[in-house]
């Protein structure tokens, strides 16, 4: 099941969530009752690695200036590292622990 991470718009509240499916998500603030947008889709054992991904707020070189590693889900069950340090090629089924 996939976590999604979410940002209340009004108050900037973070909040992860396990999404069972679409009709499961949440959509409001639990602080404010603000909405929330859903930022990522990052896989937990990926999160665990020190991952991170972010499609529109940083550049690659940020990413990799900030000591973080972007991995693209490559749609095969891994992730192929784009910027940062860490292994190139993660794969879902060979996660270590
Ligand atoms: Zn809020």
């Known amino acids: 099941m996939p976590i999604f991470e979410y940002r ?3 108050c ?8 069972r499916g679409a009709d499961a998500e949440p959509v409001l603030c ?12 990052v896989p937990a054992d990926l ?3 020190g991952g991170f991904f972010h499609k529109e707020k940083f550049s ?23 910027a940062g340090s860490g292994p190139s090629i993660i ?7």
């Open 60 to 82: 690659d070189a940020e990413i990799a200036s900030k000591g973080l590693t972007k991995y693209v889900n490559r749609g095969d069950g891994t992730y192929e590292k784009a």
């Open 47 to 49: 999160k665990r690695l």
């Open 91 to 97: 794969d879902r089924d060979k996660l270590p622990g």
């Open 8 to 10: 209340c718009e009004d």
């Open 12 to 19: 900037g509240e973070m909040l992860e969530a396990l999404v």
């Open 30 to 41: 639990q602080v404010c009752g603000g909405k929330l947008a859903r930022l990522v889709s």
